[in-house]
């Protein structure tokens, strides 16, 4: 339930910068960067769990890391559907920024777009369901992302002209063997 800093300037030895911790904050598969709108403040977005002895509460969190020696989780977004520990089927499994957006791997549950404009105040704008793809990763270059499967070998090419609406390729599918 930590991040830690480490200042590499000497790779022989790193040195802590600074260290967080959160009982919110689930398993890193992945470590999302971004920004507020105004650009001046640093935030994180990783997988969250929630405090439910059934798992039913997870989603995504941020931590301010503008400061590199104080990180904070600041706030946190439950997806309808989370399900903890369904393995790969139900919970959040990585992170992706892009401008204001932050894609969100659920497994079985698709793909969740937040707009992070505000990371204090997170919200939900799309949740997409590709049919028959468990959503593993998701990672965007420009206007094109590729999702990738948790668990089996299928990837997919998505169409991201329309950063909300997700489109897979009808080209775009394959199978990594």
């Not at 790193?14 to 890193?28: C, F, K, N, T």
């Amino acid at each position: 339930g930590g991040v830690t800093f480490f200042d590499v300037s000497n790779p022989c030895a790193p040195e802590i910068v600074g260290q967080g911790w959160a009982d919110q904050m689930r398993e890193s598969h992945s470590l999302a960067f971004g920004t507020d709108a105004e650009g001046e403040r640093e935030f994180l977005a990783l997988d969250y769990i929630g405090d439910d002895p059934d798992g039913d509460i997870g989603g995504v969190g941020f931590w301010e890391v503008t400061d590199r020696t104080a990180p904070v989780w600041v706030s946190e977004l439950a997806f309808e559907g989370f399900h903890y520990p369904d393995a790969y089927v139900s919970v959040t499994l990585s992170t992706f920024w892009q401008g204001p957006y932050v894609y969100v791997s659920g497994g079985f549950m698709g793909l969740f777009i937040v707009d992070a404009t505000d990371p204090l105040d997170p919200i939900l704008v799309e949740q997409v369901v590709f049919d028959g793809l468990l959503v593993g990763s998701f990672h965007v270059v420009g206007n094109v992302a590729m999702v990738a499967s948790a668990g089996t070998a299928r990837t997919a090419v998505v169409d991201l002209s329309d950063p909300t609406a997700p489109e897979l390729q009808p080209n775009g599918n394959f199978e990594v063997r």
